[in-house]
């Protein structure tokens, strides 16, 4: 099973709302990361999850909150975004590079936030 | 620092033709990776091709080839036999050292294939 799973697929928030977007995987890999994606524009990176533990944060608004519970889960919370945070925002995985060799990253299907 | 460029925003090739898309590199790493992604307009970002710095033949998957020149810090990718499923952007990524492995991506160019 090579899924990355998102939820929801869209959302539509106001500024003063709290939510939460979730990401899982099952293929047991170590790293999970979080991208924003503008209409037209590459993935950025946004956060990174290395064995649980968040190793990059990108200078990322403290209105977005990452989260990972266990190995399979991560999360993002939303507070009080503003309207140029809607985007899409895609969760990816894979096994934790090293001397091993490299290893492609997974994609989730993304969510389509839009902040009214 | 690292460097993805991509040069052609958008492509147009006639269904059952190759198409090349370009991509050039800059970085200091002795050893990095290249990757392929295909971003159809559901958004999900599908993952073709990885070319490895010290792999000896150029990566293929399929209908997909890259031609890598390390001495031109270039990874094209070469699309054989175009279908109309084939319109999507595509982007060039590099595997960021700095960032915790995460992927640097070019700017990504739009592919359409017209019948």
């Known amino acids: 099973d090579t899924e990355v799973t998102q939820t929801p697929k869209h959302l539509v928030m106001g500024m003063t709302n709290k939510k939460s977007l979730k990401c899982e995987q099952h293929m047991g890999h170590r790293a999970m990361y979080w991208y924003k994606q503008k209409a037209k524009k590459p993935p950025e990176l946004m956060f990174v999850y290395s064995y649980e533990k968040l190793s990059i944060n990108e200078s990322v608004p403290s209105r977005f909150s990452p989260e990972c519970p266990n190995s399979s889960l991560l999360n993002l919370h939303l507070h009080a975004l503003q309207p140029e945070d809607s985007a899409l925002y895609l969760c990816?995985?894979?096994?934790?590079?090293?001397?091993?060799?490299?290893?492609?990253?997974?994609f989730g299907p993304g969510t389509r936030l839009t902040v009214t | 620092a690292q460097k993805i460029t991509q040069t052609q925003p958008g492509m147009f090739v006639q269904e059952k033709e190759a198409v090349t898309l370009d991509c050039t590199y800059d970085t200091s790493d002795p050893s990095y990776g290249l990757f392929w992604y295909k971003q159809p307009s559901s958004g999900e970002m599908i993952f073709l091709i990885y070319q490895g710095s010290y792999d000896q033949q150029n990566a293929t998957e399929g209908r997909y080839s890259l031609n890598f020149q390390k001495a031109r810090k270039s990874a094209n990718l070469v699309i054989s036999a175009s279908q109309l499923g084939d319109s999507a952007m595509y982007f060039c990524a590099m595997r960021s050292t700095n960032s915790g492995y995460a992927l640097n991506f070019g700017k990504g160019t739009s592919l359409l294939v017209t019948p």
């Open positions: 990816a995985s894979s096994q934790y590079p090293g001397l091993a060799g490299d290893y492609e990253q997974y």
